[in-house]
């Protein structure tokens, strides 16, 4: 992309004609402030509305994203960046400085040396807009579905250790930090295997908070055991209900579900004091975690059986009484829960978590 492109993609976006921002539909003056940033992925059903009503906008333009973000009350923004030259870099970075929001990336890691030109570039755009850190996910899919026998779940983690490998000098580069998510891809051990290896100040943990109990890891000990590690964070709070193959996983409103929240923030506070919190709230239907098949099994075989149990246990013990179903409603209906959501999050946050 040209210089002139980007800077008409990033700017033009901002004012676009969309659907209510949902600051204006909460009150007329702006919400109080809070330093919890967004991931794009808590407004992809907004993303999707106004792609509807204009093809030609895109909430998740970073500066569209940063202004839309700062109306809600939010600290930052955690989005993919792109390759854009210094000018486009420092119109956006200069604008999260105005508003005094931080600016985190998204991007994937080089498949191999030919990406790594790709790579390289994004890394770059992250240092010139001063991104706190930039998130990665390594491995495809959830474990417990995209693979289907353990050889494909070595071979693919083969191959993500070496993206790794291949990423941690261009990190080191440009001294822009790599969080690599746990995306419900490693359990623990696994995923500190790795970061030990690499051995890079710019290489370790975006440490999510509910992801992990799909892999029957207990969420307190997760966020204990990569607090070390920590470079980014994905807030959120899980609610949990049996079914009959395993359990349904929901993201829900910060402070409803069964996660102690309070304990883990001063957790990872306490191990990285200047950590950026992002929440990441995905307004949709519960996830499967059909940890009773045969299939679920198939890359977990020296998962301890009493793992299953403590998890089976703690679901049982915080079943909620219901659980989101979004689907089936109107977009117009998912948007506006949404922005519910959304809206309780950011208090939640900013009153309890005294984030």
């Not at 209510?20 to 539909?25: G, I, Y």
């Not at 807009?129 to 930039?134: E, M, Q, R, T, Y």
């Not at 996983?249 to 929240?261: E, I, R, S, T, Y």
């Not at 809206?343 to 939640?348: A, Q």
Request: proline share 5%; charged share 30%.
């Amino acid at each position: 992309m040209n210089r002139r492109d980007a800077l008409r993609r990033i700017a033009g976006t901002c004012f676009a004609a969309a659907l209510p921002s949902s600051a204006e539909a909460w009150a007329a003056e702006p919400p109080a402030r809070t330093a919890v940033g967004l991931v794009i992925y808590c407004c992809g059903l907004r993303q999707r509305a106004e792609k509807r009503k204009d093809p030609k906008r895109d909430l998740f333009e970073p500066l569209s994203f940063l202004e839309h973000c700062h109306r809600l009350g939010a600290g930052g923004i955690q989005v993919p960046l792109g390759s854009w030259d210094a000018e486009c870099a420092a119109r956006v970075r200069r604008q999260a400085d105005e508003y005094g929001m931080y600016i985190e990336g998204i991007t994937s890691p080089p498949r191999d040396a030919a990406d790594l030109a790709r790579f390289e570039a994004e890394m770059r755009t992250a240092a010139l807009v001063g991104a706190k850190a930039v998130r990665t996910a390594i491995l495809p899919g959830r474990r417990y579905e995209f693979f289907d026998s353990a050889e494909q779940f070595r071979q693919f983690d083969r191959q993500a250790r070496r993206s790794v490998e291949l990423a941690a000098p261009v990190a080191e580069r440009h001294r822009v930090r790599l969080a690599i998510e746990n995306h419900k891809d490693h359990r623990v051990a696994e995923r500190l295997d790795l970061l030990k290896r690499v051995s890079s100040q710019w290489v370790g943990a975006c440490v999510d908070l509910g992801n992990s109990l799909a892999l029957l890891e207990d969420p307190m000990e997760v966020v204990e055991a990569y607090a070390p590690w920590a470079m980014a964070v994905h807030l959120k709070d899980q609610a949990v209900r049996e079914y009959q193959d395993g359990f349904l996983l929901a993201d829900v409103p910060l402070g409803q579900g069964f996660l102690d929240l309070k304990r883990m923030v001063d957790v990872l506070r306490k191990a990285k004091p200047q950590l950026c919190f992002t929440l990441e709230l995905i307004t949709r239907d519960p996830l499967k975690v059909p940890c009773l098949t045969e299939k679920y099994w198939t890359t977990f075989a020296a998962t301890p059986a009493r793992d299953l149990a403590r998890t089976l246990r703690l679901v049982r013990q915080h079943q909620a009484r219901t659980l989101p179903e979004v689907g089936s409603r109107s977009l117009e209906a998912q948007v506006a829960q949404e922005d519910r959501n959304l809206e309780e999050s950011l208090r939640f946050a900013r009153q309890r978590l005294l984030l």
